[in-house]
Structures are given as C-alpha cells and as structure tokens.
C-alpha cells in the first residue's frame, strides 16, 4: 500500500522561480489537504479539496494555487516562490466520514534562494 | 474560528516516568479528534483517533482522553522510553486543524 505518496522529497528554488509539488493518493479518499510547517511550528492547512473538482482556500492560501482534476492527485503550485515559502510541505487525505483518520506523506522540503 | 492549543510546547522527562500531554480547544461541536507522532524530518504517523460520542481510546502504552464539554483531550503515555522521544500533535477532524505540537524528550 502506498497511501500518500509526496514528490519531490527535496526542492531547492530561485526567487521568482515556479514549481509544482505533487500529491497522490491510492485509498481512493475524496478528502486531501496540504499543510506547510515551519521550523518548530505547527501545521497550517493551505489549501484543501473535498473531491475531485472542488477545492477551497484554508488559513494560508497566498502565494499558492491547485487543482483536483482527479480523485487521487492533488497538486500545489507555487507561482512566484519567494523566501517565506521555505518550509516543510505536507499532503494528507481522509475519507471526509466522521470517523476515519487522516494520512499523510513524507513532506516535501522547499528552500526558496 | 476554532483554536487548538498544546501545552507544554516541550518536556523532558526521564525514562520510566508516566506522562500527560494537553490539547485544548475553543470549539466543542468537533467530529473526532486525531494524535499524532512526528520524529524530526519526517511526516506524522496517527496514534490515536477519538470519536466525538467516546470518551477515550487506547493504544499499548498510550491512552487518549476527550471532554468535549471542557474543550479538552490528553493524552497519556505510560512508562516512557527514550524511543517514544518525538514530537505529538492534536488535531480536530473537522477542518484538520492542528496544534503547534508538544516536543517529548525521554532520557535513559
């Protein structure tokens, strides 16, 4: 079983540079979610999808855009990356039901140059 | 808007030792709550997962409480081992929220 599968691992940007960080899933779960996490913090929901076709914004939203053409990826794309956005990115998924656990990949590890 | 708190941001106690890990929350109208373990630079692993209608949940050596009416959930690891050292979250299933996290330090 692969569950959430995050890629790259490890991204070194420019400034101004883009990049997309992909997420899949294979539990077939309408609900995905990324998070960043900064050095000694917490996670902070960025974005989120309850199916495919859907998304929303989340507590930090700026700076970000996705998209969820199918139920199993969930991509984040970063238009114009810029210091701030070093940070330690993850992608999670859950069935949305009330009682089921929410999963999550790796992380992916953004420096921003 | 729902706040999720973790107190204390770090402990360290010694091997052996039973302990208490809080999370608060402002909002009592909460689907589940969900713990979490995360070793330094990796993802989060679920330990635990709390569903409003309990009252708690227990896993080996860790047992999860939840008291919706006070706005609270522990979680209880007893006899500590230096492996357990990590750092564990809270989360509330509705709209993923985390807390900042509780950094454990067990020493031998």
């Known amino acids: 079983n692969a569950g959430v599968t995050q890629t790259p691992k490890f991204r070194i940007l420019k400034i101004g540079q883009s990049m997309t960080l992909q997420c899949t899933q294979d539990m077939n779960h309408n609900y995905m979610y990324w998070y960043r996490q900064d050095p000694g913090m917490g996670l902070k929901l960025i974005y989120y999808s309850v199916g495919a076709g859907i998304t929303d914004k989340g507590e930090v939203p700026n700076g970000y855009n996705v998209s969820r053409s199918t139920t199993e990826d969930f991509p984040l794309r970063l238009e114009l990356a810029a210091p701030s956005q070093t940070s330690v990115y993850f992608c999670a998924s859950s069935t949305g039901t009330k009682n089921t656990e929410a999963f999550f990949g790796q992380g992916t590890r953004l420096t921003v140059v | 808007k729902q706040e999720v708190t973790q107190i204390p941001a770090a402990l360290s106690v010694p091997e052996g030792e039973n ?20 070793d330094p630079g990796k993802g989060l692993t679920s330990l635990l997962l709390i569903q409003s209608s309990q009252r708690e949940q227990t896993s080996g050596r860790l047992n999860a409480s939840l008291d919706k009416s006070s706005g ?9 081992q230096p492996g357990d050292s990590a750092t564990y979250l809270c989360a509330l299933n509705n709209d993923m929220r985390f807390g900042a996290g509780t950094r454990l330090t067990v020493k031998p």
Do not use: E, G, K, P
Request: charged share 10%.
């Open chain 2, 19 to 38: 302990l208490v890990l809080n999370c608060s929350f402002t909002d009592s109208a909460i689907y589940n709550l969900q713990w979490f373990r995360q």
């Open chain 2, 72 to 80: 609270r959930s522990t979680l209880y690891i007893a006899a500590s």
